[in-house]
DNA sequence: TCCAACATGTAAGGTGTTACATGATTTA
DNA sequence: TAAATCATGTAACACCTTACATGTTGGA
């Protein structure tokens, strides 16, 4: 549900197409909530029919068109209302989890290959995060600085230290994953010794029934 | 995809009917992968029909019945190679950080709500995973006694490392989200002054337009 | 006899993924 | 004229949520 409040956010600061919408999720939102354009098209309809915004067709060149939105009043109090309401978190389903409780259950080299990629999955996701703090420091992404635009002098730094607040904490979440997966190979170290080196055989372990 | 991995996991164990099943997701593997029953029989069913799992009716009194599962060859095969496989990350969708990401746009009063609900929403959860941590110390839970019961004397090390390594990285996540949320207080604290005690008000701030 | 627990589902709808489909415009 | 980018979707399917639906059994 939070998708068409990610739409709105972006919608708030100045009239947009699907397409260009789209090119912020895959760019500096996307880092934060991700969405296809299969999906971002028809919630831009649906909102428009529900009243929340309003599309103008442009023509582009001879024959082209795009629909640029912008955000209608009911959409302003929408939005006012869900930054209101308390956020529905969602059960926990955890896939890494889930597989780092069943590790016994599996080789260390499976153990190990699971907890490389989670190592290497959370430091890229890690580096996409820093990259956006360096760009909001440097005020160098689009987005932001059309938000600054219209945004009155004495709430830019409000503006910005939340946007800084969201990434850190994605930083340091992508840190605290690393750190535990790095843990992970240590244990298995510990039980199964260390990696083999292609020349001798551990122990063989896992796979034991049940 | 994983519930049905989730359930095999469980099932290796010995067999189990989809009530049993249910029972876990509301208790110990539920703190890792929630799934309400009427998604756990439809998928027992198909799981039985793919040939993973197998089914027998067993009568209970005089007209009840119930369906108890187990593993078959084909299922332990499709286990292994699930441990084997690589985990599919999925895309970030995040509705926490999104929102804080545009605290700028609401009142101090609902940052600091959202926030505190960020705060008791992750305490409870860690709560719950920090029991979970002294069951599996204390080897109060029947699914880790009888999962001990059907594994090797020499492989109790490693079953219960795992166990207490999954959960003490989710208490470690549940511990940074804490941390985060606080110092999104103290920021809230910092930009708009201390929250309103009731007898004077700050000034006001936040629905500036954009 | 009533209630808690046992036991197993269906139905409708929302959300998200992947693949497919189509065409216009701009720039090299 | 070819390729990149602009521009907007549909279709099928997987997964998940919420609500509804139904009956049995064992114990107080």
């Known amino acids: 549900m939070s998708l068409r409040y990610a739409l709105l956010a972006l919608l708030r600061v100045g009239p947009l197409s699907g397409y260009d919408l789209q090119k912020q999720f895959s760019l500096s939102v996307g880092h934060v909530w991700h969405a296809p354009d299969s999906q971002i098209y028809p919630e831009l309809r ?13 023509t582009r060149g001879q024959r082209g068109t795009r629909r640029v939105y912008h ?21 926990v389903r955890d896939p890494a989890h889930l597989r780092a409780a069943y590790l016994e259950n599996t080789t260390p080299e499976a153990a190990r290959a699971f907890l490389h990629g989670h190592v290497s999955e959370w430091q890229s996701e890690r580096e996409q ?34 946007k800084r607040f969201a990434y850190e904490g994605l930083v340091e979440r992508a840190n605290g994953e690393i750190a535990w997966a790095r843990r992970g190979l240590e244990l ?8 083999d080196d292609g020349r001798n055989s551990p122990p063989s372990r896992g796979d034991s029934q049940a």
Chains 1, 2 share one sequence.
């Open 46 to 58: 649906k909102m428009e029919t529900e009243g929340l915004i309003e599309g103008e067709e442009q």
């Open 71 to 91: 955000v209608t009043d009911a959409g302003q109090s929408a939005y006012a209302e869900w930054m209101r309401s308390p956020l529905d978190y969602q059960r």
């Open 188 to 195: 298995v170290d510990r039980l199964d010794g260390p990696p």
């Open 129 to 162: 995060w820093e990259q956006e703090l360096r760009r909001i420091d440097a005020r160098d992404n689009p987005m932001l600085v059309r938000r600054l635009a219209v945004t009155p002098e004495a709430d830019h730094e409000r503006t910005v230290a939340f």
